[in-house]
């Protein structure tokens, strides 16, 4: 699953890795997380610039330490003692997104734009459940502001016993509400479907004003994709090896 991530991460048009934003000092912070369903182990990494991907910065912290989440040179230290690979000075800093950040500034936004979050979930064989999200925040946002991309139960979040959940948007919005936590929730207490219960907390955040989506998957296989945006990138593959994609049309579900 951490593959699909990084793939998006080396890819320049995404806003993670390779493609993320700049800060309003012109800076680079990039957050992730990662989480495994089978025992709720997870990790993160938030505010680093450095690794080549941060989604495998946090499976690091995961798989290599007692702690969930380590920020800033702390978690620079850590990936190097783990040998984390880091990509050269230059790597990170792309002249589109220099040009949307000087945008950015000469309009002097009140809301900063969130562009573009990946992320992935996933179920295997044995019906085990896995979620990783990595971002590069919002342009122009505060130095050293963390979005919900490293928060376990907000934007990344992954239980066998009910679904793995990777979110994209407004990221203090689904910290407040503990979004993907929230999905999970709904199905364990209150007995709702997959789709019902994404469908609920995405409506949910957008009353308050947050915009964004999630990408979701349950312990039998039903997807989730809702989004209260115009549009989500969004794509799935089931095991006939067959893929979708999407962006403007309708979520797709599938129970």
Known sequence: MTRAVVALEDDRLFNAGRGSVF?????????????????????????????????????????????????????????????????????????????????TLEKRRRDMTAVGTVGAVARDCDGNLAAATS?????????????????IGAGTYADNATCAVSATGHGEFFMRHGAAFEIAAQL?????????AADAVVAALAAFGGRGGVVAIDRSGALALPFNTAGMYRGFVRDDGVMHTAIWDEPYIAD
């Not at 978690?75 to 997104?97: D, S």
């Not at 971002?135 to 928060?151: H, N, Q």
């Not at 364990?188 to 019902?196: C, D, N, T, V, Y």
């Open 135 to 151: 971002t590069g925040g919002m342009t122009g946002k505060a130095l050293g502001r963390v979005g919900d991309s490293a928060i």
């Open 188 to 196: 364990r207490h209150a007995g709702q479907s997959l789709s019902e």
């Open 23 to 103: 800060t309003a000092t012109g800076t680079q912070e990039m957050d992730a997380s990662v989480m495994d369903g089978r025992d709720r182990r997870a990790g993160a990494v938030a505010g680093i610039l450095g690794p080549r991907n941060p989604v495998l910065a946090a499976r690091a912290v995961m798989e290599c330490s007692p702690h969930v989440l380590l920020i800033g040179e702390g978690a620079l230290a850590f990936c190097r003692e783990h040998q984390v690979p880091f990509a050269k000075p230059g790597y990170f800093a792309t002249e589109e997104r220099r040009r949307e950040l000087r945008d």
